[in-house]
């Protein structure tokens, strides 16, 4: 399970429904299965990220499956041990899976060629994060009964985004609309774009984009994209592409606000649109474990 | 030793000559070629102890020169020495190759120049030629002493792989470069507008979500750095052009009399940006029969020469996805870079193909693709990739030789490689319809970095000759006639030369 | 198909399940507490369809539930992922009786997961089984409370309840492998 690029509709279908029986587990009071017992998980994170990690240790548990944490900062390359190394290394141990983390795009596929087991990719770099544009899909579908024809609108960093990449594969294969808003400088040439999905929409003006929008959801803005001199100001970024409080207001109930967290509020969402009624993002995080849990049955029975 | 190459089909660019017949090499140097007219005359007594080989259905051609491969030696010998290079440039067909400076300590200095001459004559296996340095440790910023280093035998300058970002250092080098006579090779890259790029950007990076460096990149400089050789009216040399753009540059520079020659490598030919999806790349389609269009405006069109077998194809989908042996420098691009770059080379406007033979330890390329070293390892694959598009009817045979032979002779300023009776033997004997597989681990180059592993190829070099010696055989090629008369079809492309 | 044989006729399925709902009827007298949980697939539409009867003529609504045993199987690793189905009770069984609802019984190893499951969703008074038929084989100390017929058969031979909720139409078959023929 490295992108959603490999998935076609009727799977990612397949996932979701698995993931609403996940769902109802972790309803219970006691939460957890017996489907994983003795099965050994390793989340592989080379890069920082306690929400991700967290979430897959959690639908491990869930499962009765052993989960290892293995953290390694930086680059393998700085730490002198290649990537390939560490993995062969895992298998020795006895991994029977594996939730890969790393800066670098394009690692899960390394990794899936030295293991012989099951690797989940919880994120590579600006490639793709298929973990969580499955539990979009199921948050959006959860909320609004369907995915087909939807009006889905992405707004943000969305060039160096890998929720970005595999939130148009998953949603464009279960037939929905998708509108990517972003300046110039964060999003790159369109017609790149459009090469590979040439469904989209692409615009750089957001109070046109969420004309009709079903679902807007924002991106993280890093910081150190004023550095690279790809934005101007926070300030401005934030007045032209920011859920703020008057475009809150503009949209209307039934536009579900969305964000892969975690969030800068006041930069690209205001405090009032996170927490607004028509705000899923709490959902968000409580689902993730959901299609986690999903993704290591699928892969692990 | 004596030798007589027998039936084979001789092309020898630099006399305009392509036909079928015997070369006589006495002594380490061409005797005599006998063509067809003269088959039937009696050649008379072959001198003492000359080993007949025996070539039909061979290509004879001159030895190839190759303007970029990186040696290793000084400081790299983990990924090449001078003795294993020459012996991967030699079983490609390469008898001539420019050593590019990028060692350690950099060939900046008439010393390294001295020990690299040394270890390439005690070693090398064919001729080595010295590029210099342009700058001192390619730094771009100041200038190495290119007097002296043209003394110690440096052919050409060249900062290799790196761009002097100063257009003030690289005016000054081209104006010493014009006042010896030498050319400068620059390496066109604007990093600035790439960063941390890994490949070429375009739909395939903005997929994978890997940095890219656009097109313009290389256009940039090209434009400059023909600005500032026509100020200098120095020689300039585009190392391993890639870009559709730049090619139309370099073609406009030709035509208004700027010094300014090219140079691309066989997989900026043949390999596109889509190299990097591996198996997530559509399955390659056969390519269609090219269809014959009347000649008239050569320049627009790919060339459209007789096909000499069935069309050959490469699958991308061998690979898996982010590959780190499809990382390269300059990228692989797009293919309307690649549609360009064979124009280019049809008309003119790109002189020579270079191997860019750039060989990578394991460590080096078996690591995340952003970590990977950039570089393929080339020597050996360099034809076998080129006369995939002879066979695809995209380039001539005559042509492609003559960019391999005459082309890279005539950059380096030196006398074309010939079979003009009187010069040096350095022959390579190829059979272009000979399929073969790509094996990593059969390449004689330390650097088993190529993205080709598994890969089909139609031609392969049977045998080497430098200074009149043998410097590679394939098996026991050559020492049992055929007999019968030799491929019909090579004859066939001989009707396209005048 | 002449290595497939009817053992149970539509009618005779009727009046196996109107028995089973008598008994269940019988041994909880009262129905006091009494929830009918179904494994799926065939066993949610029984336990309705025990349900039903049991309203006809106790008029009494007993509740109906489903439960999946899919993440509680022992044979994961052997047999590969399947598809997890829907658990859906909709009350507390903590104190309840649980009459478990299944089609076959077999080795036992489905209500030994079901009997996991249920423990991870309450503490019940007591566990029952209700089952069509009864193939033998067991695997482990499992015995059904009530059994619609009891059918020797060999382990080479396949056990199909066909019911009209999901075959459109109620009958049991046997069926010979062929290397039985």
Known sequence: MIDLDALQAEEIEEILVTTDSMKEVLSREIKQVPALRGRTVVNMFFEESTRTRISFELAARALSANIVNFTARGSSVEKGESLIDTVRTLQALGADMVVIRHSQSGAPYLVAQHFHGSVINAGDGRHAHP???????????????????????????????????????????????????????LLGPSHYWLA????????????????????VMALRIQKERMQGGLLPSLREYSRHYGLTPERLARLGQHTLIMHPGPMNEGVEISPEAATAPNSVIEAQVTNGVAVRMALLYRLGG | MNYLIRNGSIIDPARRVATVGDVLVVDGKVERVIDMAEMGVDPGPLPEGTEIIHAGGCVVAPGFTDLYAELGEPGHEQRETIATGMRAAVQGGFTMVCAMPNTNPVLDSAAVAHQVTALAQRE???HVALIGAVTQGREGKILTEMIE??????????????????????????????????????????????????????AVSMRLGLPGLPAAAEEIIIARDIALAEDTRAHLHICQVSTAAGVALIRAAKERGVRVTAEVSPHHLALSDTWVLGSLAPQPNPPPTPQPTPRGKGKSRRNSAPELGLPSWLDPTLLPPYDSSTRIRPPLRSEQD?????????????????????????VEKECEYGAAAPGISSLETALGLVLTLVHRGEMDLVNTVARLTEGPAQ?????????????????????????????????????????????????????????????????????YGRGGPQSSKIAGIFGDVT | MNNRKQILTADEMRRALVRIAHEIDERNGGLQDVILVGIPRRGVPLAERIAATIADFEGIQLPVGQLDITLYRDDLRRRGMAEVGKTSIQHDLTGKVVVLVDDVLYTGRTVRAALDAIADLGRPDCIQLAVLIDRGHRELPIRADFVGKNV?????????????????EDEVLIERTKAEQ
């Open chain 2, 149 to 202: 280093l043209a003394e110690a035998g440096c052919v050409a300058f060249s900062d290799a792989g790196r761009t002097i970002l100063d257009a003030g250092v690289m005016r000054n080098a081209l104006a010493y470069a014009a006042a010896l006579d030498l050319p400068i090779m620059s390496h066109c890259e604007d990093a600035r507008l790439g960063l941390n790029w890994v490949m070429h950007e375009g």
């Open chain 3, 152 to 168: 020797p058969t060999s382990r080479s031979e396949h056990v199909m309840v066909h019911l009209r909720e999901i075959d459109a």
């Open chain 2, 338 to 362: 690649i549609e360009a770059l064979i124009i280019g080379l049809n008309d003119g406007t790109i002189d020579a193909i270079a191997s860019g033979h750039t060989p990578r330890t394991r």
């Open chain 1, 196 to 215: 590979t999905w040439p469904n989209i929409q692409i615009s750089h003006h957001l109070d046109t984009a969420l004309e009709g929008a079903d679902v």
């Open chain 2, 411 to 479: 950059v380096m300023g030196r006398s074309p490689a010939t079979l003009r009776p009187g010069s040096r033997a350095d022959i390579v004997i190829f059979d272009p319809d000979r399929m073969w597989t790509v094996e990593r681990s059969q390449l004689v180059s330390l650097g088993k970095n190529t993205p080709l592993q598994g890969q089909q190829l139609k031609g392969q070099v049977m045998l080497t000759m430098v200074s009149g010696q043998v410097a590679f055989r394939r098996g026991e090629f050559g020492m």
């Open chain 1, 131 to 185: 973990s969580q544009a499955l539990l979009d899909l199921f948050t959006i579908r959860e909320r609004l009964g369907q995915l087909c024809d939807l009006k889905v609108v992405i707004v943000g960093d969305i060039l160096h985004s890998r929720v970005a990449r595999s939130d148009i594969w998953g949603l464009t294969r279960m037939g929905a609309q998708v509108t990517l808003c972003a300046p110039p400088t």
């Open chain 2, 124 to 126: 090398g296996q064919g």
